[in-house]
């Protein structure tokens, strides 16, 4: 009997699931920090049970230890997003913690029960610390600080040298940004990244190259690639001393060398062998020996692993079950990374390359639903406007127990993803899951400006942020409902901070989608300006328009100044102590549509900031946003679904 015949038929958006929003709220265990030392495997976990605190775990012939038990926690917020809290070397552990800003250094190897304790190597305070190498020569740190001393000024970076007895000689100064310092295997020679404003770093950087004298202090410091129109990322030194790093002259992030003052594309591709220094300590590449490097890249959206020998340029695919690799480390045949693919949560994973042997150490989501429940999403490039071609992932709805009614569409909720400069993976979320087992369509958008296709397309959101992101959301949904895959009439968007932005104009100013949800959505572009951080401080000047002409663009795209063009139902979610989008940018939204006669709800969130962290929180916004669907299209609601005052619906 096929399986389609013992499926019951019910209204899409009404199917029973067990991904309830309890569970999506229950969520996954944050993994990061990758890293080798010598056979040992260390990564990064979060503790959701204790505050949220991120503690350094060790795996040690077949043991795992956590070295950094309570109070600690294991973050930097250099930059403010931090990454690269942790050095391990020379079976020592060095890392950043939190509370305190201090570095703290673990001497022993066994677990803290055994005496090592962690101690302090900083001061901390004003002084926060991340990226760290060790340079043995003079038996020190060097790594990123970041002097917050002045207040309410922006934070001085610099590259910075730490002791053993917490004494500091700063490097090299003068930039507004550094990050990936890396010593030669001789330690003679440092190589850095910086950059100034108002670039971001995926639009340029910098890559210097200077010799390490006597008494520590550098010399010779040489200009050798980079600039305002090249962004380099991820600079690493061969075991022979060739120095090698990944930059996107070419138009795509590729690999090359720097050698005898002569730089060589290694392996021209049409992918992507970096990522966006959003965070420190990313990882795509590492070497197996001088001539062969094991390497991850990204060609559709898809990332891919394989060895690269560095003299002919040949790629040889390594299999994995993963699509989307991230913090790869290679130490000889053994290779760390963390994966993640459509029915695989996000992780660790240690592959012997001698052996063929795969070994997972741990797994962001323990307890995964019947395969039955998860939608598997199709790879998908369709027209957009102008001519472009965008991309996104396809999750058609899958349930292992309901089916469609005869003849019937399912909706289709189209997703915006955040920064906005970055990726959807199709890493296995449950929260992508929650819809496309009740049996609603997902189209999670890689507009134009998202990484992973190369520089011209990251470049296509260059002053267009909510014009282009907004116009590949609504060509996804259109070409979908074109090819006779979803409901025309019950198309959704929905976004959060700046996916929140794209959710408000693609209803504002398009007439696509017939409904929508706003998660602390940004509807005034110029407030953020005014709460922004260092590090992103000129982003807007990227995305949208330099200061000169900033006020104007701003006027003509922040939807809360076109309020009169919002006629589809809406609900939005936020939370009471954001500082970034404040509440009464949400609440002129609400109001307009309100007094429109525009079905409109409004739920507000306590002690929440910008971005919900609450289990009950993240359970009682599923459940809203569902029963917000269901009333507005007429679909069955299901008894145990707590009701949402919806105003103006009739």
């Excluded at 302090?120 to 740190?141: C, K, M, N, Y």
């Excluded at 990944?246 to 990522?275: K, M, Q, T």
Aim: glycine share 10%.
């Amino acid at each position: 009997m096929p399986e389609s015949s013992r499926k019951q038929a019910a209204p899409c958006g009404a199917w029973a699931s067990p991904i309830t929003a309890a569970v999506v709220a229950a969520g996954s265990t944050p993994l990061s920090g990758v890293l080798l030392d010598g056979a040992d495997l260390y990564w990064l976990a979060g503790r959701a049970s204790e505050g949220g605190r991120t503690t350094l775990l060790r795996q040690r012939d077949g043991r795992v230890d956590e070295l950094t038990p309570a109070p600690f926690n294991v973050r930097t917020r250099v930059h403010e997003y931090g990454g690269g809290a942790v050095l391990v070397a020379d079976r020592r552990v060095w890392f950043s913690n939190f509370a305190d800003n201090r570095v703290y250094r673990i001497d022993r190897y066994g677990a803290p029960a055994e005496g090592n304790e962690p101690v302090p190597v900083s001061e901390g305070g004003a002084l926060r610390w991340a990226d760290f190498v060790l340079d043995r020569i003079h038996q020190r740190l060097v790594g990123v600080r970041e002097d917050h001393s002045a207040g309410e000024t922006y934070p001085v970076n610099t590259l910075c040298a730490l002791g053993a007895d917490g004494t500091q000689l700063v490097l090299d100064d003068g930039y507004d940004f550094y990050s990936s310092p890396r010593i030669s295997p001789d330690g003679r020679q440092i190589a850095w990244l910086c950059w100034n404003h108002p670039r971001m770093p995926w639009e340029g950087t910098e890559l210097w190259l200077a010799d390490i004298v006597a008494d520590g202090t550098l010399a010779n410091g040489r200009l050798i690639a980079g600039g305002i129109d090249e962004a380099i990322v991820q600079p690493e030194w061969s075991p022979g001393g060739t120095l090698h790093f990944v930059s996107d002259r070419s138009g795509w992030w590729n690999l090359h060398r720097y050698d005898h003052g002569v730089v060589h594309p290694i392996c021209p591709r049409e992918a992507e062998f970096g990522l966006p220094h959003w965070v420190f300590g990313q990882s795509m590449y590492g070497f197996r020996s001088d001539d062969e490097i094991v390497c991850a890249y990204i060609e559709g959206g898809v990332s891919k692993l394989a060895r690269l020998d560095t003299r002919s340029g040949r790629l040889t695919p390594i299999d994995t079950p993963y699509q989307e690799i991230r913090e790869l480390r290679v130490n000889g045949d053994s290779v760390a990374l963390l994966g993640g693919a459509p029915t695989v949560a996000a992780e660790v994973a240690r592959i012997d390359l001698a052996a063929g042997h795969r070994e997972v150490l741990a797994r962001s989501i323990e307890q995964l639903p019947e395969a039955g429940y998860l939608s598997v999403p199709q790879t998908i490039s369709y027209p957009s406007a102008k001519g472009r071609t965008s991309h996104a992932f396809y999750y058609p709805p899958t349930n292992a127990a309901f089916e469609a009614l005869p003849g019937e569409l399912p909706p289709l909720m189209v997703i915006g993803h955040g920064g906005p400069t970055g990726m959807a993976s199709s890493t296995l979320k449950l929260a992508t899951q929650f819809w496309t087992s009740r049996g609603i369509a997902v189209l999670d958008v890689n507009y134009g400006g998202s990484t992973g296709f190369g520089r011209a397309y990251r470049d296509l959101l260059k002053e267009q942020w909510g014009v282009v992101d907004v116009e590949d959301c609504v060509a996804g949904a259109q070409y979908l409902a074109d090819q006779g895959l979803v409901d025309r009439e019950r198309l959704l968007i929905r976004g959060g901070s700046a996916g929140g932005l794209t959710t408000l104009c693609a209803l504002a100013f398009h007439d696509v989608f017939k409904a929508g949800a706003s998660y602390y959505g940004v509807s005034d572009l110029k407030g953020l300006d005014a709460d922004s951080h260092k590090f992103e401080s000129h982003y807007n000047e990227y995305l949208i328009a330099p200061k000169a002409r900033a006020d104007a663009v701003y006027a003509e795209r922040s939807p809360i100044n076109h309020t009169d063009k919002l006629r589809q139902p809406m609900i939005f979610f936020q939370g009471l102590d954001d500082k970034v989008v404040p509440p009464p940018q949400s609440e002129v939204m609400v109001e307009a549509l309100r007094a429109r006669g525009v079905p409109v709800a409004y739920l507000t969130l306590e002690g929440e900031g910008h971005g919900f962290r609450k289990a009950d929180s993240i359970v009682r916004t599923l459940e809203a946003e569902l029963y917000f669907y269901l009333r507005v299209f007429g679909i069955p609601v299901p008894a145990d679904l707590p009701e949402v005052e919806i105003e103006n619906l009739g």
